[in-house]
């Protein structure tokens, strides 16, 4: 069929920019033992292995899935959960360092995401001018809430004073809420990433929005994983309601619309076409960036994904690498 020829077989290959790439070091490894239940000693051992490597598996399947650009980002939760905020602020610094020196040894093929220790926040918006600045990173990847604090509390201000004056994009990862919600009690699969994550995430930036982060910090661009964690599918409904709930706070815009200024997403962990066009009439093909959330996701069915995907070449182009290429100033 002509339109299989058209739609379903690009003809050429697009330069793909991966931005939800994570990995790990021994000193961050305990802080991950929460996030490893559930998942089978196997799959757990061969994620280890990937998260480690930066010179050979990773690549590898980087070039058999046709990715140009990994963005790197420690994984999930990282420094966060550090009860001490010394420690915290050491290790950080730390990871970042070892993350610029492995970009050093790959320049062309990896990026960075600073890891911030988000305990002090003061620290954290220094070791972000730093990281940036100094090591050329891309801005920073946040995992969720810090000890049950989120990002709208003002404390947090600094660190996103920073990121508008840097023009850096804050990435919003998810991580385990502090305390289980009730709902997903005694169904240990509903906790994390099938589920939760989703809830936990998309209900910290629903925080950020009706407590006037946005309004306060109009520049700053939050980038979402997973399809935007599920709120393109959600933009109408919020706006309708939100004009008959008690407001905390008087906003300048509707909900929707900072959705639609503030927050781009990435495909990571998704690679299905319903919610992508979704996503794209909801937010428009320039907010829509393609990643893979390696190790935890397969490369080839991402790019797969995204190669097939019904869409135009230019949004295709667009969600491949040229998004990537303005939001964190590669190109
Ligand atoms: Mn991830």
Redesign the pocket.
Known sequence: MEFNRVFIQPQKKIKKIAL?E?FLTQALAPYSANSEQGVTPEAMEDFKKRLADFDGLRLEEMDKAGIDISVL?A??PGVQVEPNAIVAVRKAKETNDFLAKTIQRHPTRYAGFAHLPMQDPAAAASELERAVQQLGFKGALINGHTNGEYLDDEKFFPVWEQAQNLDVPIYL??ANPKVEPVVLSGYPELAGPMWGWQTETSSHVMRLIVGGVFDRFPKTTVIL??MGEGLPFDLWRLDSRYVIVPHSKALAKQPSQYIRDNIVITT??VDSFPPLLCSILALGSERILFSV?YP?ESSQEAADFINKAPISETDRERICFRNAERILKLA
């Open positions: 939800e994570h980002s994984t999930t990862h998810p994983g997973h990571s962990g959330d935890y």
